[in-house]
């Protein structure tokens, strides 16, 4: 099992510590694993904030490759707007489909990883 941590919960992890004991336990354990989109979104801001140690460490994480099938995102975007879901954003739908991919779990704060759970049948980490 492996988790794909979301930028959300990484995010609120560092600002507050809030559910640090759940991203604790699944660094402790080994499980977690990082996408291109995510560091993405996390690297800048912490090389902008001088924090070169974490830099590193994300850099380190278990990183899954991206096979974007786009046919399938666009599949997935149409899902959602049919059940009224419409403010996924496609960065969210590229970690959906990653993470099913590569049969892992989502770990994230963002409500729309809940409401795309049903729509796409994404796995969540609870």
């Not at 560092?14 to 989109?37: A, H, M, Q, Y």
């Not at 690297?43 to 994480?61: A, D, E, M």
């Not at 149409?78 to 993470?99: E, F, H, M, R, W």
Request: proline share 3%; with cysteine; charged share 20%.
């Amino acid at each position: 099992m492996s988790i794909l941590i979301d930028t959300s919960a990484w995010i609120e992890y560092f600002r507050s510590g809030s559910n640090s004991e759940k991203i604790d336990f699944l660094i402790d354990e080994n499980l977690v694993i990082t996408n291109d989109i995510i560091l993405a979104e996390l690297i800048p801001f912490l090389k902008v904030r001088k924090h070169h140690k974490l830099v590193r460490l994300f850099y380190n994480i278990n990183k899954i490759e991206m096979a974007i099938n786009w046919k399938q995102v666009i599949e997935y975007q149409t899902q959602c707007l049919k059940s009224g879901l419409n403010g996924v954003g496609i960065p969210d739908l590229l970690i959906a489909q990653n993470a099913k991919q590569n049969n892992s779990q989502i770990y994230s704060l963002d409500n729309h990883f809940n409401l795309l759970e049903p729509i796409i049948n994404i796995p969540l980490f609870r």
